[in-house]
T-cell receptor, first 111, second 107 residues
């Protein structure tokens, strides 16, 4: 099992550009979620999904879109990147509300 | 909005020392998890506590859940350099993480 994989590992964008952060898991977990982590802060929930076709907003959803067409994949889309979105992004998956397994993260810089 | 405050924010200690970090909530936890995150990696689960007053041990780590389920502590006995990392508490129902305690253990 690869667990939770995220691509890319690093990304630099210019203000206004759009991009998709990829997340995939091979553990057949129902729950998937996206977090961002900023210096000196814990992780903040952006969006989450409790199963294919179902998504909901977390604490900081503005500027981000998600979709969950399959159990395995949960991409995060930045519609129009802003410098405030410079952060490290983590995807996680879990079986119901148990242990979350985190990916290695995507470090995003918006200039 | 629930707030999870962790203290201390930073901790630098020598190998062999004991330490305790705290997680306090403005509201009652349904259940709480502790994670450790090493630089450049995602958090990894250490423990889940569910019942008020519960105590769990994981080798040199002792986790306690407050009776009122609004606070938790993590005690490390005889810290080692391998314990270095960011310790995070999380409300499992709301998926809210605490602010984190960054621990550095020097040999």
């Amino acid at each position: 099992n690869a667990g939770v994989t995220q691509t890319p590992k690093f990304q630099v964008l210019k203000t206004g550009q759009s991009m998709t952060l990829q997340c995939a898991q091979d553990m057949n977990h129902e729950y998937m979620s996206w977090y961002r982590q900023d210096p000196g802060m814990g992780l903040r929930l952006i969006h989450y999904s409790v199963g294919a076709g179902i998504t909901d907003q977390g604490e900081v959803p503005n500027g981000y879109n998600v979709s969950r067409s399959t159990t395995e994949d949960f991409p995060l889309r930045l519609l129009s990147a802003a410098p405030s979105q410079t952060s490290v992004y983590f995807c996680a998956s879990s079986h119901t509300e148990n242990e979350q397994f985190f990916g290695p993260g995507t470090r995003l810089t918006v200039l | 909005t629930q707030l999870l405050e962790q203290s201390p924010q930073f901790l630098s200690i020598q190998e062999g020392e004991n330490l305790t970090v705290y997680c306090n909530s403005s509201s009652v936890f349904s259940s709480l998890q502790w994670y450790r995150q090493e630089p450049g990696e995602g958090p990894v689960l250490l423990v889940t506590v569910v019942t008020g007053g519960e105590v769990k041990k994981l080798k040199r780590l002792t986790f306690q859940f407050g009776d009122a389920r609004k606070d938790s502590s993590l005690h490390i006995t005889a810290a080692q350099p391998g314990d270095t990392g960011l310790y995070l508490c999380m409300d499992t129902d709301k998926l809210i993480f605490g602010t984190g305690t960054r621990l550095q253990v020097f040999p």
